[in-house]
């Protein structure tokens, strides 16, 4: 069975400041799929970014990049220049294709940038 | 632009009712996902189906609930004779047949049992 965990309940960061949000996870699968999920007080979940294990290429979407150590399991989230708006949130999820592509979610982190 | 549509979105119901969640994935979509998140905590599978078929339902707790996902019409998650665990938000998530990565998720139902 695979399992994702994120160890920091909560974090907070000054605004326009840089913060890491951290997350592993365990599988004996080789192909699979990691994301990073954020969830404002709206409740809605939105997609910020997608990591495909088999690219050796850090994923970035403008001010969110990854960390991604396949051999240590390890996928963290960067948040550069953190904005208000930002406040959240963060789920690291998993999924490989073969198990019908259903998402395995961490705990989550809640995140707050301070003005 | 019609995203994934869930309602209600808030239901509230005393203990013992039947509680009837619905999910319109996005146009074009067949395959649909349920997630239930409790207070604090974070989401987790309940069921895959697509059209007319439960394809894994291994999150499903094994009494007093179901889903479907029939030919015409919304997937209906039921809950019957709720019990205040229940309470939690209800998240559907739908993806295309070529994607299978790219989930898109709807607003939530956010159910109380009193």
């Known amino acids: 069975a695979q399992t994702v965990t994120q160890s920091q309940p909560e974090m907070s960061v000054q605004e326009a400041e840089t913060v890491t949000l951290s997350c592993t996870y365990d599988?004996?699968?080789?192909?699979?799929?990691l994301f990073w999920y954020k969830q404002p007080p709206s409740r809605q979940m939105i997609l910020v970014i997608r990591?495909?294990?088999?690219?050796?290429q850090n994923a970035t979407e403008n001010r969110f990049s990854v960390n991604f150590q396949k051999a240590a399991k390890s996928f963290s989230l960067k948040i550069s220049d953190s904005q208000l708006g930002d406040t959240a949130m963060y789920f690291c999820a998993f999924m490989i294709e073969t198990s019908g592509s259903r998402l395995t979610f961490g705990e989550g982190t809640q995140l707050t940038v301070n003005p | 632009n019609a995203g994934v549509m869930q309602n209600p979105r808030h239901l509230v119901r005393r203990r013992g009712q039947e509680a009837r969640l619905r999910c319109s994935p996005m146009?074009?979509?067949?395959?649909v996902y349920w997630y239930r998140q409790l207070p604090e905590e974070g989401l987790k599978f309940m069921v895959y189906l697509q059209k007319e078929n439960i394809i894994d339902e291994s999150g499903m707790p094994k009494e007093r609930f179901s889903a479907e996902f029939p030919k015409e019409g919304p997937s209906i998650l039921r809950i019957q004779q709720v019990v205040r665990g229940d309470s939690a938000a209800y998240f559907c998530?739908?993806?295309?047949?070529?994607?299978?990565?790219?989930?898109?998720f709807g607003p939530g139902t956010r159910l109380t049992v009193t």
């Open positions: 998530a739908s993806r295309g047949q070529l994607s299978s990565y790219e989930q898109y």
């Open positions: 599988t004996s699968e080789n192909n699979y799929y």
């Open positions: 990591q495909e294990a088999y690219k050796q």
């Open positions: 146009k074009g979509h067949s395959h």
